[in-house]
């Protein structure tokens, strides 16, 4: 008994000494506001204890109380590697929904589900990489063209749908918990000019001209840092016009801090700094700086706060050296220091969640290209084949958690439908073809025909799926086509062999329920396309080329095989009644859903709204400027109304080098529709007020 009382004893002096230990230093007092906190937490750190906080695996720090702590985790569509998930689908496919506020949706459940995880970590000792709260997304990089193999991380090839996409998703994140707290620090990637090659991404340099700079790779990020809070902005691989991104003082500075006015922090793409010093036999890189500490004196020098590497030593020999000052040193650690005390101490409380699941996001992202009648199917019996009708992991895409299950294309179609064992017996083949995540991705272990390096060589379905389909084409049976992929596929040598085309992307861990639910009609939610699909690899630039020239529906001026924003529904729809208020710069009108081939009692469409370019001798065309994803009853109306912000309407002058506003009085054409086709567009002429 008296050992017992000692062993109590010797416990609640312990635990009395924690909770002194606890709040020995005023930077543990969360009384205090943040800025206190972290002047008094700067001021005990030793230099080399200021440094390790500079790279993204922070070490614990005993003697002050600090744990360890990872910047580095990942939620590109749904947490990533960190064990069992919910995968939703991939960011080119929710670009297709045209809908922002479900991205914002999606990402508030991602949020969610981070925090379970990272109390879990927590309580595991686990302070290592993915088990954090700051995540590298979303991917607001343009998808210029379709060979690059991460274009599947990204919204799409159009600025204003990128920024609309990418700020729901920060929202989402960052503030899903709807009560005021910071739930999660998302972070712009990659900046700024970054989209290929994968396999010299190490070494490549974009040379691009302002206006291209300013017009179409550099809205996306200027939008969303003006109109949210976001935490981080990632830095890239690649040069820019000669210069390194991570060191690149036009882009960090003269633009991110200078022009912006962005605070928040910069962190390096992970390794990236190496890319300048290190002299590789096996990967091509830079080798801009002569060693590691004149680069990692560039990059802090540059605005880079946090290094994704481990470039600790280097970043030591600089300060030693005296490339760069302690007080700068300062600047950057508390800007890491504040979001890390922010961040890890916010305690959300996530209620009433959004009531969506991958299944529901799926299907507002599959877009149905062509359709001859043969969809939606009701009682008849089907043959599926093709490579990627019994693959669960292409749905997955990559940066991907691992979801409790998930469904293929046969399971969901076995489930819903009869199947025949031979294409004979069977009233429709269902093909899916197209791509998977081991051909196109993050610089990959690569080199076949058609692929290298996780980019594509052609942009053709490949040729065996063609003579696959040709062959099944001989039963005469009517032939629905799945195209799997994160990227635009030419069709041209096989549209005329099918009778139903739709693109499901990389959909999550229910697209095979998805799917059977659109190719059923339960659902009329179809998206639209969120990039040009070429008629072949020949209508392209080429690929290392970062001109825009003749590169999407932006300046493309030969006729594309489905345009950006296509896509058909079940139903019908027709605009009527638009009228354009200029004062408030809002488009308005009606919609009619005039006829549905499917069993649900409304249909959905996207309603666009296109600056049209007059006499521009860069080329451009047009640009996106609004939209609206609606649902309409079918026979009924609903009303429409678009809000044109004037950021979309800048153009670039080039005698100052700036974005600029339209002249007052200057004449505009907004064009609005169902795609980017003029065709399917009616003109609003009018004159701008400033």
Same mark, same amino acid.
């Given at each position: 008994m008296l050992r017992l009382v000692k062993y109590i004893v010797l416990a609640l002096c312990l635990f009395v000494q924690q909770i002194c230990f606890a709040q020995q230093y005023p930077f543990q007092d969360t009384t205090l506001d943040i800025?206190?906190?972290? +002047?008094? $937490?700067?001021?005990?750190?030793?230099?080399?204890?200021?440094?390790? $906080?500079?790279?993204?695996?922070?070490?614990?720090?005993?003697?002050?109380?600090? @744990?360890?702590?990872?910047?580095?985790?990942?939620?590109?569509?749904?947490?990533?590697?960190?064990?069992?998930?919910?995968?939703?689908?991939?960011?080119? &496919?929710?670009?297709?929904?045209? +809908?922002?506020?479900?991205?914002?949706?999606? /990402?508030?459940?991602?949020?969610? !589900?981070?925090? @379970?995880?990272?109390?879990?970590?927590?309580?595991?000792?686990?302070?290592?990489?993915y088990a954090g709260?700051? /995540?590298?997304?979303?991917?607001?990089?343009?998808?210029? =063209?379709?060979?690059?193999?991460?274009?599947?991380?990204?919204?799409?090839?159009?600025?204003?749908?990128?920024?609309?996409?990418?700020?729901?998703?920060?929202?989402?994140?960052?503030?899903?918990?709807?009560?005021?707290?910071?739930?999660?620090?998302?972070?712009?990637?990659?900046?700024?000019?970054?989209?290929?090659?994968?396999?010299?991404?190490?070494?490549?340099?974009?040379?691009?001209?302002?206006?291209?700079?300013?017009t179409t790779y550099l809205p996306a990020f200027e939008y969303i840092i003006s109109k949210s809070d976001v935490k981080q902005v990632m830095c890239g691989y690649n040069r820019l016009n000669g210069s390194p991104c991570c060191t690149n003082r036009e882009l960090l500075v003269d633009i991110l801090r200078n022009k912006w006015k962005y605070d928040g922090i910069v962190v390096t793409d992970c390794w990236a700094l190496n890319d300048c010093w290190e002299r590789d036999t096996v990967i091509p890189r830079h080798k801009t700086h002569a060693t590691a500490a004149l680069a990692s004196s560039d990059a802090f020098g540059s605005e880079v706060d946090l290094e994704c590497g481990s470039g600790l030593q280097a970043l030591k020999t600089a300060v030693d050296s005296g490339y760069i000052s302690e007080s700068k040193i300062d600047e950057h650690l508390r800007r890491v220091l504040s979001l890390r005390i922010e961040i890890t101490e916010s305690h959300p409380k996530f209620n009433n969640l959004p009531e969506l699941t991958p299944h529901d996001a799926a299907t507002e992202t599959f877009v149905l290209l062509k359709n001859d009648g043969t969809l939606p199917i009701d009682g008849k019996r089907l043959f599926i084949a093709g490579p990627n009708a019994s693959d669960t992991l292409m749905p997955l895409g990559n940066y991907n958690g691992t979801p409790l299950h998930t469904s293929s294309i046969s399971e969901g179609l076995s489930k819903r439908f009869s199947i025949a064992e031979n294409a004979n017996d069977a009233d429709i083949i269902v093909y899916a073809g197209g791509l998977n995540p081991q051909l196109e991705g993050e610089e990959l272990p690569i080199d076949i025909p058609g692929f290298h390096k996780g980019d594509r060589t052609r942009i053709e379905l490949p040729?065996?799926?063609?003579?696959?389909?040709?062959?099944?084409?001989?039963?005469? @049976?009517?032939?629905?086509?799945? $195209?799997?992929?994160?990227?635009?596929?030419?069709?041209?040598?096989?549209?005329? !062999?099918?009778?139903?085309?739709?693109?499901?992307?990389?959909?999550? !861990?229910?697209?095979?329920?998805?799917?059977?639910?659109?190719?059923?009609? =339960?659902?009329?939610?179809?998206?639209?396309?969120?990039?040009?699909?070429?008629?072949?690899?020949?209508?392209?630039?080429? /690929? =290392? =080329?970062?001109?825009?020239?003749?590169?999407?529906?932006?300046?493309?001026? !030969?006729?594309? $095989?489905?345009?950006?924003?296509?896509?058909?529904?079940?139903?019908?729809?027709?605009?009527?009644?638009?009228?354009?208020?200029?004062?408030?710069?809002?488009?308005?009108?009606?919609?009619?859903?005039?006829?549905? @081939?499917?069993?649900?009692?409304?249909?959905?469409?996207?309603?666009? &709204?296109?600056?049209?370019?007059?006499?521009?001798?860069?080329?451009?065309?047009?640009?996106?400027?609004?939209?609206?994803?609606?649902?309409?009853?079918?026979?009924?109306?609903?009303?429409?109304e678009i809000k044109i912000d004037k950021f979309w309407l800048r153009k670039y002058n080039e005698t100052t080098g700036e974005m600029a506003e339209p002249e007052n009085g200057e004449r505009l054409i907004l064009q609005v529709g169902f795609s980017s086709d003029d065709n399917d567009l009616k003109d609003i002429t009018f004159k701008y007020k400033r």
């Open positions: 800025e206190t906190r972290v +002047d008094d $937490l700067v001021g005990r750190l030793t230099i080399d204890e200021k440094l390790s $906080l500079l790279e993204h695996q922070n070490p614990a720090i005993p003697r002050l109380g600090l @744990k360890p702590y990872s910047w580095w985790n990942e939620a590109l569509h749904g947490v990533g590697r960190n064990g069992t998930a919910t995968v939703w689908p991939m960011p080119i &496919a929710l670009a297709a929904s045209f +809908d922002s506020k479900m991205v914002e949706n999606i /990402f508030s459940q991602v949020a969610a !589900e981070a925090h @379970k995880k990272y109390y879990e970590s927590q309580a595991q000792g686990n302070y290592g990489d709260l700051t /995540f590298f997304t979303p991917n607001i990089n343009i998808f210029r =063209d379709p060979r690059w193999g991460r274009g599947m991380e990204t919204y799409g090839e159009d600025p204003f749908l990128t920024a609309k996409m990418g700020a729901a998703c920060v929202g989402g994140l960052q503030h899903g918990s709807n009560d005021g707290s910071l739930t999660a620090a998302a972070c712009l990637k990659h900046f700024a000019v970054h989209s290929g090659p994968e396999g010299t991404r190490h070494q490549f340099d974009a040379n691009i001209s302002q206006r291209d700079l300013w040729e065996n799926q063609i003579d696959e389909i040709k062959q099944l084409k001989k039963y005469g @049976k009517p032939i629905v086509l799945l $195209l799997c992929s994160g990227s635009a596929i030419a069709l041209e040598n096989i549209i005329g !062999e099918t009778n139903a085309i739709m693109v499901c992307w990389y959909g999550g !861990e229910d697209m095979g329920t998805a799917v059977a639910s659109a190719l059923a009609g =339960d659902c009329d939610n179809f998206g639209r396309l969120p990039v040009t699909f070429y008629r072949s690899t020949s209508q392209l630039p080429d /690929f =290392d =080329d970062y001109d825009m020239q003749g590169r999407t529906y932006r300046y493309m001026q !030969e006729k594309p $095989l489905f345009p950006f924003g296509y896509g058909l529904s079940y139903s019908d729809f027709k605009l009527s009644d638009i009228n354009f208020d200029k004062r408030e710069m809002r488009i308005t009108g009606t919609i009619s859903n005039i006829g549905a @081939k499917a069993k649900c009692k409304s249909g959905k469409t996207v309603i666009q &709204a296109y600056i049209k370019n007059q006499n521009d001798k860069s080329g451009l065309q047009k640009s996106l400027a609004g939209m609206q994803k609606i649902e309409v009853p079918v026979g009924g109306t609903s009303t429409f």
